[in-house]
């Protein structure tokens, strides 16, 4: 059994909340070195934006302490790297004191699965910068129960089943499983509100060894209030009975909106950009996400490629700053800004206390 886990925190940006600093991916570097070969089978670190995301393999399974504790250690080494160069928000999503036996609810995000490799393993790490973990359920939905996206669900014999959903309620953590042609109108109502259900992993039917897993939780539902979005990072294995990488891809040919933007406050355009294009500056934003594509070979992950540097994407590209514009030219209006319930995780409250009284009844 080889696991993959994807941990990812915003420890300061470079410029404002655009990027990372290269000495910050460098102390990453020199922190994770040591540990190949030992707790470590790989690693490599990457970025989205003001994002630094560790993609660890190992034989320690899901949820390890050793690896969890390698990854806050190393957060703790990029926000030093972050406070020394006075970089912005430094430390953004260090949110505990100290570490508690996993990175879970103290501020980073992570996403991990364990599987028996296959003769050859495809898998692609998507990060995501600026947007929230429900932005995956559409393009998790169409990878792997729309056969217009998919086509392998109706040709390939190994995919004509169809596939299990594990569905993460956030309000009440609870979770469900949809199984996937069958029960598709009930994942759907519930996955479409992506604000509330997020879909934590996909399972092939009569396997537990997921095909897709999630970050998922939403920093401002623990803490109360704005604490930054939460970014999401996703792991996708594809091809001989799952999605090809390909049909992976093929969501975001048609760019969807999703949360985030400016002040975790707005619906924007979540853009698929090459690694080089990760950095959103305008209007901190659009949202935007990487594909990065890895054979894995004895747990060493041979890449990344750049999946999105195509442009076959750009058209895709194009959409999305055309709808940038139209929302953009929303201003402070829903549907650009946020509804209310969103709102609440950010000052609106304050704001409502402050002129409470200038409401009378009517
Ligand atoms: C969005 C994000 C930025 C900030 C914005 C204001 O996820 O991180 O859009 O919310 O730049 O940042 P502060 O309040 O730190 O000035
Ligand atoms: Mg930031
Ligand atoms: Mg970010």
Redesign the pocket.
């Known amino acids: 059994m080889v696991t993959i886990s994807v941990i990812k925190a915003?420890t300061g940006?470079f410029v404002?909340?655009t990027s990372v600093h290269p000495d910050m991916l460098g102390r990453a570097e020199d922190l994770l070195s040591p540990q190949r070969g030992s707790l470590l089978i790989d690693y490599r670190v990457a970025h989205v934006g003001?994002d630094i995301a560790l993609i660890m393999t190992h034989t320690r399974g899901l949820e390890s302490e050793d690896i969890h504790r390698l990854a806050w250690d190393v957060f703790q080494g990029t926000t030093a790297v972050a406070k020394e160069l006075n970089l912005?928000?430094a430390g953004?999503d260090i949110l505990a004191d100290s570490f508690s036996g996993t990175v879970k609810g103290l501020g980073p995000g992570c996403a991990e699965m364990s599987f028996e490799e296959r003769a050859s393993e495809p898998v692609i790490v998507f990060l995501a910068?600026?947007?929230s973990p429900g932005a995956w359920n559409l393009p998790i939905y169409r990878m792997f129960a729309d056969p217009f996206t998919t086509p392998g669900l109706v040709i390939d014999p190994k995919m004509h089943d169809g596939f299990v959903f594990e569905v993460l309620d956030l309000m009440e953590n609870r979770v469900a499983r949809f199984s996937c042609p069958e029960d598709m109108y009930d994942l759907l109502l519930f996955i479409g509100a992506p604000s509330r259900y997020v879909v934590r992993r996909v399972l092939p039917r009569g396997s537990e060894e997921p095909a897709c897993a999630t970050s998922t939780q939403r920093l401002s539902l623990i803490a109360g209030r704005?604490v930054?979005?939460d970014?999401p990072v996703m792991i996708v294995r594809c091809q001989s009975g799952l999605p090809a990488v390909g049909e992976v891809l093929e969501p975001f040919a048609r760019p969807m909106l999703v949360t985030?933007?400016?002040?975790?406050?707005h619906y924007g355009p979540l853009m698929p950009v090459s690694v080089d294009d990760a950095t959103p500056s305008r209007?901190?934003?659009p949202p935007r996400v990487v594909a990065l594509g890895f054979q894995i070979a004895a747990g060493k992950l041979i890449g990344p490629r750049d999946l999105f540097a195509d442009p076959a994407f750009d058209p895709a590209r194009r959409t999305a700053l055309e709808l940038a514009d139209t929302m953009r030219s929303l201003g402070p209006f829903e549907p650009h800004r946020l509804p209310l319930d969103e709102m609440e995780y950010t000052t609106m409250p304050e704001v409502l206390k402050r002129v409470e009284k200038r409401f009378t009844s009517v």
Do not use: E, N, V
């Open positions: 915003d940006g404002g909340h003001d912005y928000g953004q910068d600026k947007t704005y930054g979005k970014d985030g933007w400016m002040r975790g406050s209007f901190d934003g």
